[in-house]
Structures are given as C-alpha cells and as structure tokens.
C-alpha cells in the first residue's frame, strides 16, 4: 500500500514559513521567501482565496505582498491587521478586501489578463498600498509601522501575538526578551529578560498575565514583568516524547490539536485526551514551518463542507497543504434517550415476570 498523502493546496515561488487563516474572509495568508541572500528567491506575503468548487476546497492567489529584501518568518491576525516578524523587526501590515458592485467588478474582470493564478505561479509581487481586483474581490494591503524588536548579536524574532482587544502587541526573539508594544504605533510599553536564550512561543490573557516558553526548557506566566509562576522541564516535567514535533496549533473550540514535525510529518489530535485522529508520515519531507486551523466561525463552517475540521500545514519546500478529518460518525441523542427509555422497560418487564408482584 503506498503512503498516505494530503492533498497540496498551493505552491509558492519560495520557501513558507508562516501561515494565518482570516476568518471573516476565509482568507489563507501564507508568508515566507528566500531572505536577503542575492539568490533570485524572493520575499513575500500571499494572500490566497479559499473556495469551494466542485465539492473541493481550493485556494487561488489573490493577492501578492512584496516584503523586498525581509523575509517574513512568523505571523500574528488581528481583525484587518498582520503582525510579520522579518528578520529583527516587526511590520504591521493593514488589509482590507470588499467585494465590488455591480458594473465595476464586471469592468474590472475584463481587465484581468489570464487565469486565476494557483499552484506554481510566479505572480507580480505589490507593493505597499497596492490594489489587486480579482473575480469581483478588492484587496488592499498597506504598510504600517515597523520596529526593531530583537537585539542579539544574531537578531530575529520568533514569535509575535496580539492581545484579546488588539490594543497590545508581545514580541520574543533570540535575546531572550520579551517586548510589548502599544498598536498601531509600536510604542513600546514593557521590556524585561523573560528566558535565558530564544523564546519560542508566548501568549497574552485577557488579565494582563502573559506566558512564555523558552529554549532553556523553562515555561514562565508574568504579570507584567513579575514572574507569576514557572515550570521547568528538567525538573518537575514529563519525558519528552521520540516525536519531534516542531510547530502546533489549536483549534477554535479547543477541541482539536494540530501538530508539525522537523520530518515534515503532520498529525491531528483531541485535544484533552491527546488520541491521535490523523496522522501523515513525512507529508512535507521536510521540517514543517507552521500549521493553522480552518476557523469554526465566520466564512469557517461553509468552507468546511462534511468535514470535523481542517489543517493547513506550510514547509520549506513551499507548499500548502490541506489535512482534512472526516466527521466521525456518532449516535443522535435522541437515539441514546429511546435506547435508556427501552433499557429500563425491559428490565422492569423481566422483574416482573421473574418476582410476581414486585410492581
């Protein structure tokens, strides 16, 4: 029997390595690209349009964001607003797409020279504040402001997140430093040694607290800059696993576990039992950069079709992939109802026949 394999979604012209789902929109923004480095690879960020045809979920490019000579390495969303970690700074980025009206997007389809780009095109890359129309779909992207956020001596950042209302936004990089930032103007608010080394990932809570994970094998929840509380994995956590699993995410609902590996491996797991639901051996054959759930609102459960839920995945080897999980088949609850309701009746019938009397 040959290998299980997920189906690609798209292939860009470089290397990806972040990846966010806009769930108003249903729009698959993938980032990467090939760095400074004067190799002819370029950077940018891809916005592609998700749709169903035919029964299938497909993506098409809609738009092309060129980042010059940065390469865009993590992503945050926030309503119309992307955080992009490029090299030691951080780039906001504004988004806006509205369907057109009537005789413009009718004017503006007969503009559009060729097919809708997918898989392998090499497309126009826009610059800051450049309008793409495709299909009737108007997208805007423009650049915000930008910020040094890491200041190792080999500086870049690793992970960035938003706040719950957007007003904040917390930056880690190789240094070890945490940095939060007032949004849209990247004033910066805070600033304290969080780990000793790289920290790898971090959230912010609705109270204020924020938690780090960092390379020194230490999790660590602040309050501001006092530590709360920590864990250290040496000391007093599990054995780690023979997996190497590299990048997760989570799912709306908190229902499912989405997990890539340094194999390019990517597998799907509930989440509080951690029972393993899908799995694909080396689906990407090389490291697994990022992984992204299908959101459970918005434009989500119409994309979804029959499915339970769907992961996108995004490597080195700069394709998209699609991992989808079939509904699992479960008993109606009424069913469950006339099943106990008949239970307890026939037990009470057998009593009865067995010890006259007993009712």
Not at 202 to 217: F, H, M, N, Q, S
Not at 291 to 318: I, N, Q, W, Y
Request: aromatic residues 6%; hydrophobic residues 40%.
């Amino acid at each position: 029997m040959g290998r299980r394999r997920a189906p690609e979604l798209y292939r860009a012209p470089f290397p990806l390595y972040a990846l966010q789902v806009d769930p108003s929109t249903g729009l698959l923004i993938a980032a990467g690209g090939g760095g400074a480095a004067k190799t002819g690879i370029k950077n940018g960020v891809h916005f592609l349009q998700l749709e169903r045809i035919n029964g299938r979920l497909s993506a098409s490019l809609l738009h092309s964001h060129d980042t010059e000579t940065r390469a865009t390495m993590n992503l945050a969303l926030a309503g119309d607003i992307l955080a992009a970690g490029q090299d030691a700074h951080c780039q906001l980025l504004r988004f806006q797409a509205h369907q057109q009206q009537g005789n413009k997007a009718e004017k503006a389809g007969s503009k559009e020279q060729g097919p809708r780009q997918r898989k392998g095109a090499a497309p126009a890359e826009k610059k800051c504040g450049a309008e793409t129309q495709h299909e009737g779909l108007e997208l805007r992207v423009e650049n915000l402001q930008a910020v040094q956020t890491d200041f190792s001596s080999d500086p870049l950042q690793k992970v960035v997140c938003f706040n719950h209302d957007t007003t904040l936004l917390a930056t880690g990089g190789t240094d070890g430093y945490v940095r939060v930032w007032k949004v849209p103007s990247l004033e910066k608010v805070l600033e304290f040694k969080a780990h000793e080394g790289e920290i790898e990932d971090l959230a912010l809570g609705p109270d204020g607290k924020l938690v780090t994970v960092g390379r020194d094998l230490k999790a660590s929840v602040w309050q501001k800059d006092q530590l709360v509380t920590q864990l250290h994995w040496q000391e007093n956590g599990p054995t780690f696993s023979s997996t190497p699993y590299r990048y997760q995410a989570c799912s709306e609902s908190g229902t499912f576990l989405g997990l890539g590996t340094v194999t390019g491996s990517v597998a799907i797991y509930i989440a509080f039992s951690l029972q393993c639901l899908y799995y694909v051996r080396e689906a990407h054959g090389i490291v697994v950069t990022d992984v992204a759930f299908l959101p459970e609102k918005g434009r989500g459960p119409e994309l979804l079709g029959s499915h339970e839920t769907a992961l996108f995945s995004v490597a080195v080897d700069s394709r998209c992939q699609l991992h989808l999980l079939p509904s699992r088949r479960s008993v109606p609850v009424w069913l469950l109802l006339l099943l106990c309701v008949g239970l307890i009746i026939v037990t009470i019938l057998l009593l009865q026949s067995a010890f006259p009397g007993f009712l």
